[in-house]
């Protein structure tokens, strides 16, 4: 359920499993069904998410507050899965409360809950490789980063392990803050396809009606995530749903 290239631009969404509460996560995901976002990521909360700004790193204090964890995240996905079938969800989580989990039991976990995809940031792509029979036999898309100084080198080997599609790290730094799109960023996408035929997924900097029209035609999918939660704290998941689904209007993606 992952776009093909050239696809029409979707948006991935975002849950803190925990943010705001777990009953809330499940309420929430359903509003960004109906808005229409058909992936969506699954975060394991962590107390030091060193990719991400100021908004997730505060949504993972308080997820871990309120209960958000490996196996919170493993039972939320089943629930979500079996209610959404047309939904991709995407387990996002740093390395560490995975491997403390388990690697191997993990990855059958994540397949049994529904999980079609998984970021993990700071899993190199040498750590993937070996998983990549299991991952395969479990129908478990590693969605591998690239960014732009990521030499070409590199980039192919990520493109050989990667699964589903290939998330292009739109710029240096963490996630929350605006990114500019221009003829230099068009140029680091551009250097990215000559490696790969995957759909590539845009994060870092995806705010606005405006990114998302700046990113069709150059990109198959874009992270709508940070500015999402940032709706979800100020105004809670209904009104966040309702400004999802005025989103896509805007950018004319509904």
């Known amino acids: 359920m992952f776009p ?35 992936l969506i990521e699954l975060q394991v909360p962590f107390s030091d998410p060193v990719a991400d700004g100021h908004t997730l790193v505060n949504a993972c204090y308080e997820a871990l507050k309120h209960g958000g964890s490996v196996r919170a995240t493993l039972e ?13 969800f995407i387990l996002m989580s740093y390395l560490n409360p995975l491997y403390r989990y388990g690697l191997e039991q993990l990855f059958r976990d994540a397949a049994a809950a529904g999980f079609k995809g998984m970021i993990i940031p ?10 990549m029979p299991l991952l395969d036999e479990l129908g478990i898309a590693p969605i591998l980063m690239v ?25 240096m730094g963490v996630t929350g803050k605006q ?13 990215i396809r000559q490696h790969t035929d995957l759909p590539l997924a845009i994060g870092f900097g995806v705010r606005a009606a405006s990114d998302l ?4 035609g150059t990109a198959e999918v874009a992270a709508f ?9 100020d105004s809670g998941s209904d009104e966040a749903a309702k400004l999802m689904r005025q989103l896509l209007v805007d950018a004319q993606l509904a």
């Open 4 to 38: 093909k290239q050239n696809d029409k631009l979707q948006v991935m969404s975002h849950a803190v499993v925990g943010f705001p509460n777990l009953d809330e996560n499940e309420k929430a995901i359903a509003g960004l069904v109906a808005a229409g976002v058909n």
């Open 76 to 88: 939320l996905a089943k629930k979500v899965s079996a209610a959404h079938p047309n939904t991709s």
């Open 213 to 216: 029209q700046a990113l069709t």
């Open 225 to 233: 995530c940070s500015k999402y939660i940032e709706w979800q704290r």
């Open 179 to 191: 990114t500019q799109w221009g003829e230099e960023f068009n140029q680091y996408v551009a250097r």
């Open 122 to 131: 700071d899993m190199p792509v040498e750590e993937f490789e070996p998983w």
């Open 147 to 171: 960014t732009p100084n990521t030499s070409d080198e590199r980039v192919a080997r990520i493109a050989k392990s990667a699964r589903g599609m290939v998330y292009v790290v739109s710029r």
